[in-house]
């Protein structure tokens, strides 16, 4: 049977950080959390955004309890100040939903000198869990849900020059992040039962989704988007994955989400399955610790 969101339980009284929550699939997931009753912290790097979208969920869900916080995945600084500040101000965290990201932009590097994909889309989103694992293991039923795509298969780990400092390849660069994101949600499943935690970290993908990831896209993708979005889920319907991932009642650590439709483009949400490389247990234990050793976050 097909999951949609009004199987799901309400979530009152549950806390949820949605990244990159002020617009397309982090809004849309922020969105359902609340309908749900889900306390709900939009984790973004604009606060003027974040109290746009946050107006805009409470025009929809009066009652709703939406926070805004500051967080930009591609600093550090901002990970470790956003992770003292949730901290400080929350003693539980039953959903992590690492949802921000950016494709396919011109090469730069962020403060801490990692490939901007590299860094917003996989190494803050590493850091952050890190940070928010004692929050998140000590509370019964929470869930890590980190976004990856069918670009997993465009790219490989490059773990002799990740930040592409030769060669840069925008559209590599992009499927190394979400490669990355992947290996990261199924190695991080393998930590959590080695270590008896009951958290479950899974993966979700959009299939492909009408937002602004494709702003740096050529001009021509973009004038044909309206041709193109016949193919296109809205945004809407690209976030049921995730919310499957975060809510179903059916899914078990390490499974990923996607939709079931025109080679997974579109559709309601399933499990759907994913390339050898991303089940490469081996390369998943080198990434980890390279990711620990450049962002100097140790997990437990
Ligand atoms: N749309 C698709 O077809 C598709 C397909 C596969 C996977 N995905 C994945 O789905 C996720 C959401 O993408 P989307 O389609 O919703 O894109 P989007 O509409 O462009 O939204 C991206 C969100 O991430 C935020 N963000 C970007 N860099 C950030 C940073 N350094 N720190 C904090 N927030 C940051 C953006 O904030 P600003 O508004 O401030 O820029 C925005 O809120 C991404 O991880 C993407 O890779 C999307």
Redesign the pocket.
């Known amino acids: 049977m097909t999951w949609n969101l009004n199987s799901a339980p309400k979530q009152t009284g549950r806390i949820a950080v949605v990244?990159?929550?002020?617009?397309?699939?982090?809004f849309e997931v922020a969105m359902a959390l609340a309908e749900k009753g889900c306390t709900v912290v939009l984790a973004?790097?604009?606060m003027q955004?974040a109290e746009a979208a946050k107006a805009d969920i409470l025009t929809k869900h009066a009652k709703a309890t939406v926070t805004c916080m500051q967080?930009?995945?591609?600093s550090l600084k901002s990970v470790h100040g956003f992770a003292a500040a949730f901290s400080k101000r929350y003693a539980t965290l039953d959903l992590l939903i690492n949802?921000?990201?950016?494709?396919m932009p011109p090469y730069t590097l962020s403060e801490d000198g990692f490939e901007s994909q590299l860094a917003?889309?996989y190494l803050?989103h590493f850091a952050l869990t890190g940070l928010l694992l004692p929050v998140l293991t000590k509370t019964a039923n929470s869930r890590v849900v980190s976004?990856s795509?069918?670009?997993h298969k465009w790219g490989g780990i490059r773990l002799d020059d990740p930040q592409f400092k030769t060669g840069y390849d925008k559209k590599k660069a992009y499927g190394q992040s979400?490669l990355a994101c992947l290996m990261f949600a199924y190695e991080l499943q393998r930590r959590l039962t080695q270590s008896g935690h009951t958290t479950l970290s899974v993966a979700a993908?959009?299939?492909?989704?009408a937002?602004?990831?494709f702003q740096h896209m050529p001009k021509i993708i973009q004038v044909l988007s309206p041709l193109t979005s016949l193919m296109f889920q809205s945004?809407k319907g690209?976030a049921q994955p995730t919310l499957y991932a975060a809510l179903g009642a059916d899914i078990q650590g390490g499974d990923y989400c996607g939709p079931s439709a025109m080679g997974e483009m579109r559709g309601a949400p399933c499990k759907v399955g994913s390339n050898r490389a991303s089940r490469d247990i081996a390369m998943a234990a080198k990434l980890w610790a390279l990711s620990e050793e450049l962002t100097g976050v140790r997990y437990p």
């Open positions: 990244t990159g929550a002020n617009i397309g699939l982090g973004c790097r604009n955004k967080l930009d995945l591609s949802n921000a990201g950016i494709m917003a889309n803050g976004l795509s069918l670009a979400k993908h959009p299939g492909v989704s937002t602004n990831l945004a690209g």
